[in-house]
């Protein structure tokens, strides 16, 4: 099956620091999503990015499909960024294959 | 308000004794999902139903059935739970699979099987 790695596994920056998130997928898609799971534990999504870029206010994604990854870009990070970041891909419309996670900490 | 619900938030139960957890949303959404998640591995599809009497398994279904006999409903049920099932759930729906509909995602249950 397809295997997702993220990167890194965690991650702690200052408010206000730029950070990029990666993902890698073994093989082609059709389906790539971006989550952010809160530090309570409410899962959103974030971003739906087969192929090319996409922003929305300080966060943007690119997917590189010819390449197989995708990197999530945080800009002017802050505290309520903190959490776990999902990279999730799939071949149908109701299978995905999650990620372990990158771990992302935002100190004040 | 829009939302999906799942009860109960917490369950601690023993092995053996059968349990289902409700998930319920009120968004007239065809698809919904079953996930665990477990420390270090993301989230795992355990089953998922595209529409009203219409499910079929994810990645982990062993140990667990559902059903869809309404659009709203979707419980999982753990006939005979084990201790290898303790996990944190969460149900999910969106209007018509993944494509590029957002997902709408339950808060949560914690089940923890001794």
């Known amino acids: 099956g397809i295997q997702v790695e993220q990167s890194p596994p965690d991650l702690i920056l200052q408010e206000g620091a730029n950070s990029t998130l990666r993902c890698n997928f073994s093989?082609?898609?059709?389906?790539l999503q971006w989550f952010h799971q809160n530090p309570w534990g409410q899962l959103i999504n974030l971003f739906y990015?087969?192929?090319?870029?996409k922003q929305n206010g300080r966060l943007s994604a690119t997917t590189v499909a010819t390449e197989r990854y995708s990197l999530l870009y945080i800009s002017s990070s802050q505290t309520t960024d903190s959490g776990v970041y999902f990279c999730?891909?799939?071949?149908?419309?109701?299978?995905?294959?999650w990620g372990a996670g990158t771990k992302l900490i935002i100190k004040p | 308000e829009a939302q999906v619900t799942q009860n109960p938030r917490y369950l601690i139960t023993v092995t053996g004794k059968k349990l289902t957890v409700t998930c319920s949303q009120n968004?007239?959404?065809?698809?919904m999902s079953w996930y665990r998640q477990d420390p270090g591995l993301g989230l795992r599809q355990i089953y998922y139903?595209?529409?009203?009497?219409?499910?079929d398994k994810g990645d982990v279904p062993e140990g667990y059935k559902v059903s869809r006999k309404e659009k709203r409903n979707f419980p999982l049920i753990l006939e005979s739970p084990s201790p290898n099932q303790t996990s944190l759930y969460f149900c999910?729906?969106?209007?018509?699979?993944?494509?590029?509909?957002?997902?709408?995602f339950g808060p949560g249950t914690r089940l923890t099987v001794l």
């Open positions: 999910a729906s969106s209007p018509l699979g993944y494509g590029t509909d957002t997902q709408y």
């Open positions: 968004m007239n959404h065809e698809y």
């Open positions: 139903s595209m529409n009203v009497e219409v499910t």
């Open positions: 093989d082609s898609v059709n389906n």
């Open positions: 990015i087969p192929s090319g870029t």
């Open positions: 999730a891909v799939g071949r149908s419309n109701y299978q995905l294959i």
